[in-house]
C-alpha cells in the first residue's frame, strides 16, 4: 500500500505486517496515488504518483539485497533503520499547472485520465 502527504512524504507500507517498507520526500503534496494494472507490470510494483505542483511520476518498488542494505545502513542517520525497498523514478511528466485532482484509468487500461483544477482533463495513452 502507497500514502502520500501534503507534506510531501510518499510512504511504501505492507499492511499485513504494519510497517514502512519504503519511503521518499518531494517538496510539492502527494495529491494521488494509483498502482499501474498488472497488464503493465505482472509483479505489482509500479505505481503512478500525482503531486500538488502538476507533476506526475512513474515510479517501482525495487527490493534490496541484503549488500543494498548494509550499504544503505552506512549512509543514513543510524537513528533510521534502513527499509527493505526503494522507490525509483521512472518516468516524471508535467501536464497540468496546478494540483493533479483526479487520476483514473479506463477499463480497458490503456488510457490514463488526469484532471486538474477548472475540470482540466487530460488522457495519456498507456
Known amino acids: 500500500m502507497m500514502i502520500g502527504s501534503e507534506g510531501g512524504h510518499l510512504w511504501g507500507i505492507n499492511y499485513i505486517k504494519k510497517d514502512c ?3 521518499k520526500i518531494y ?3 502527494v495529491t494521488r496515488i494509483i498502482w499501474l494494472p498488472l497488464k503493465y507490470d505482472p509483479e505489482g510494483m509500479t ?3 500525482g ?3 502538476g507533476v506526475l511520476r512513474l515510479m517501482t518498488l525495487h ?3 541484503d549488500e543494498e542494505i548494509h550499504k544503505e545502513v552506512d549512509v543514513i542517520d543510524h537513528e533510521e533503520e534502513a527499509l527493505p525497498y ?3 523514478l521512472l518516468l516524471q511528466l508535467r501536464f497540468h499547472k496546478g494540483r493533479v485532482l483526479v487520476m483514473q484509468i479506463d477499463e480497458d487500461k490503456d488510457i490514463l485520465y488526469t484532471v ?5 482533463v487530460f488522457e495519456i495513452l498507456i
Request: avoid cysteine; glycine fraction near 4%; aromatic fraction near 14%.
Open 21 to 23: 517498507v519504503a519511503r
Open 27 to 29: 517538496t510539492s503534496p
Open 47 to 49: 505505481f503512478l504518483v
Open 51 to 53: 503531486f500538488g505542483d
Open 63 to 65: 527490493f534490496l539485497t
Open 86 to 88: 526503494e522507490m525509483h
Open 116 to 120: 486538474r483544477k477548472r475540470l482540466q
